[in-house]
């Protein structure tokens, strides 16, 4: 075409357009590439080598993981990372993909904080980030994507290195932004550190479908209005520190499938509400306060698969119509203080899946159960029970006293407050001691011993209205804690196991509504394990138990010129005198967990000139850990002191974990030490996080 000097500026205006388009698309492509590649480069560690594909050679569209739109020029829309065992920080350079709907980086091992470029993404439609080592606070930025439906940031507990006195992970109260993100389908916040009450406006997520807030440090109220949540399908609430009544108005959810609120510290009775609806196929209120009886309206749940009602204080009969749902795979009511006939239909037919023990008054039932028969209803006017929990003292013989626990046994008639009762005669109350009638403990006393008398009444009256699973006296113990109190060579889990159900009794012990009971002598003696490996704390002698307006002993605040409990467990300020109280037990505690990892007494003799077994492991973490820890436990972990991170590197994060909690629990200032809530989640997580990647 020849060019005149009329058509020139046209032509010039032309090519000026396709120059200015050409630049834009490449700017477009750039913009996305050159994020995307700042992104990689934040990765250390790529085992799958899931980036492999991210280069030069190969256009972005096509990397591993990415998705871009069809149009010219192409745009990243999702990004599906998840699942590849990445290390390193989230770039904020994703926040400059303004065109993504879809970022997936789930279940990898980054760190640090979510980027606020993140805020940037006002197309973002789903956001997972679950299940990683992220920190801090939730960018109050991420309220600016109206357009959200899935945000899961659950699962973000420690951090992928080793240095883990700092605790890092997301935490702050309840984010506010999510009031501004309308269109939630699934909001999980789940498996991190926040605090605070749960904000009542929560119930305005009209739109919400699964909610999950569970294993976080939540307190306060459960908020009624989240019974607004009219299309709510699943609600996850258990293992936090929540109070008060499990609201009725939930029994006006339209659709739900689960609700959880167990681990926490609810009381009042069952809502007969919530056992009205019939989509609901999965309930689990256990490890609570809750009192009154079962429901009649639970027969009548024909969807419903798993019932968890254990460790309660639930009181009255097992309602026969459970037996009727076809559909109940698992039904848990051990430890509550039901009585009666145990039904023998349905589930109760499959007894793997049902769980009963721990309730004195049950009895019938399929005769695998060995519940004693349930009685006829005849005068006893001549018969007396022993069913209460440490209250009936039997001395048979001048010089010792015994306690029983039992199922409600018949002995010959009591003419006085402390009667005469053989040995035959107890031999023959208990079908010779048969496990049948369910004796937990027997404990001798000899009377004539300086302060048995008054150890004797102090246990009594701490374990009166105490009662927790990981608190019940048992029979026999299986040795895994040897007479001279050290731990014979367990497995890293099993050994977390049982400082999770330590500290989860001195959890209830210290923080129970009923008041607070403080053990004095923790040590691995009075640990016992069962035949599941269960740990029980024992031996209340020296206990006091402090309530809101009395105090049963001495108080917690009394000072003593004895020493108030086992040297080398006792905390200092007890063995100088000074003053009893919850942080004794954390100190106490504390020596017990480096115990049972570094498998030294602290009354070791390396332990001298003013080394304690704190002080010790202190020294010697994070660099040095692997030369302190059980050496047998160091070899099943096929760990190396030169080589941590290619052996077990989950393993040896666990491991400065747990010696972190110790020394957090043996601080020199009671106040500087944590309480045993704290110590509780710390270990909850710890255990769960190392059990997660197995």
């Known amino acids: 075409m020849k060019v005149t000097t009329s058509t020139a500026p046209v032509l010039l205006v032309f090519l000026a357009t396709i120059s200015h388009s ?133 699962g973000n507990r420690f951090s992928g290195g080793f240095s883990l006195f700092t605790w890092d992970q997301l935490s702050g109260s309840f984010p506010s932004g999510i009031a501004n993100l309308t269109n939630l389908i699934v909001f999980g916040l789940d498996d991190n550190l926040f605090t605070g009450s749960v904000p009542q406006w929560l119930g305005g997520q009209k739109t919400l479908q699964i909610l999950s807030l569970s294993n976080n440090n939540f307190t306060g109220y459960i908020p009624s209005s989240l019974s607004n949540l009219s299309h709510l399908i699943e609600l996850y609430l258990h293992s936090n520190q929540f109070i008060g009544n499990i609201p009725p108005s939930f029994g006006t959810f339209q659709f739900p499938g689960t609700i959880t609120t167990s681990y926490n510290n609810l009381h009042g009775s069952l809502p007969n509400e919530i056992f009205r609806i019939p989509t609901i196929n999965q309930v689990e209120f256990a490890f609570n306060n809750l009192n009154g009886e079962l429901p009649t309206e639970v027969g009548n749940l024909e969807s419903l ?49 049902v769980q009963i023990d721990g309730n004195l008054g049950l009895c019938g039932g399929a005769l695998e159960l060995r519940l004693p028969k349930c009685p006829i209803k005849t005068s006893n006017k001549n018969k007396h029970k022993l069913s209460v929990l440490l209250k009936v003292v039997i001395p048979l013989a001048s010089m010792a006293t015994v306690v029983i626990v039992a199922k409600p046994i018949s002995l010959p008639s009591f003419g006085s407050e402390f009667p005469k009762v053989s040995y035959k005669d107890l031999a023959r109350a208990t079908n010779r001691f048969s496990t049948a009638n369910l004796i937990v ?95 029980h704390v024992g031996d209340f002698g020296l206990a006091r138990l402090r309530t809101d307006s009395t105090s049963v002993g001495n108080s917690d605040s009394t000072t003593s010129v004895a020493i108030n409990g086992t040297i ?55 660099d040095k850990i692997l030369q302190i820890i059980d050496p047998q436990l160091v070899q099943e972990l096929g760990l190396s002191q030169e080589d941590l991170v290619t052996a077990d590197e989950n393993a040896a994060r666990c491991l400065l974990s747990v010696m972190s909690i110790g020394l957090c629990c043996t601080k020199s200032a009671p106040s500087d030490r944590i309480s045993m809530q704290e110590v509780s989640a710390k270990l909850h997580a710890v255990k769960d996080s190392y059990l997660r990647w197995y």
């Open 441 to 535: 403990a027997i404990k001798v006393f000899c009377l004539e011993t300086m302060g048995a008398q008054k150890s004797f009444i102090a246990e009594c009256n701490a374990l009166r209205n105490v009662r927790h699973r990981n608190l019940v006296p048992i029979l026999t113990a299986c040795l895994s804690i040897d007479s001279s109190g050290n731990l014979c060579y367990i497995s890293l889990a099993q050994r977390l196991s049982i400082a999770v159900d330590v500290s989860d009794a001195l959890e209830y012990l210290h923080h129970s509504h009923q008041g607070t009971v403080i053990h004095c002598d923790l040590k691995p003696s009075n640990i016992l394990l069962d035949g599941n490996m269960t740990a």
């Open 22 to 154: 050409v630049i834009c698309s490449t700017f477009g492509n750039d913009t996305d590439r050159l994020s995307l590649l700042e992104f990689k480069n934040a990765v250390i560690l790529d085992p799958q080598k899931s980036l492999i594909s991210w280069n030069e050679s190969t256009h972005f569209c096509r990397w591993e993981g990415v998705s871009c739109s069809s149009k010219n020029p192409p745009r990243v829309t999702a990004i599906d990372l998840s699942n590849r065992g990445l290390v390193g920080l989230i770039s904020p350079s994703l926040g400059n993909l303004t065109f993504l709907r879809n970022l997936s980086l789930a279940t990898n091992r980054f760190t640090g904080q979510i980027p606020e470029s993140l805020g940037h993404l006002r197309r973002l439609q789903s956001l997972y980030l679950s299940n990683n080592s992220l920190q801090g606070i939730i960018p109050s930025e991420l309220a600016a994507l109206r357009e959200m439906q899935i945000l899961d940031i659950g």
């Open 568 to 622: 080398g467990y006792v905390a200092p300020e007890c063995a100088v005198g000074g003053q009893v109280s919850t942080a004794s037990d954390v100190y106490s505690f504390g020596v017990i967990l480096l115990e049972i990892f570094i498998r030294r007494r602290p009354t070791d003799e390396m332990f001298k000139d003013g080394l304690s077994i704190a002080m010790y492991t202190e020294m010697n973490i994070p």
């Open 305 to 353: 698969k798993l019932l968890n009602l254990s460790h309660n204080m639930l009181s009255g009969s097992i309602p026969v119509s459970l037996g009727d749902l076809e559909l109940l795979q698992e039904l848990d009511l051990a430890f509550n203080n039901l009585s009666g006939k145990v039904p023998t239909k349905g589930i109760f037919k499959n007894l793997t899946a």
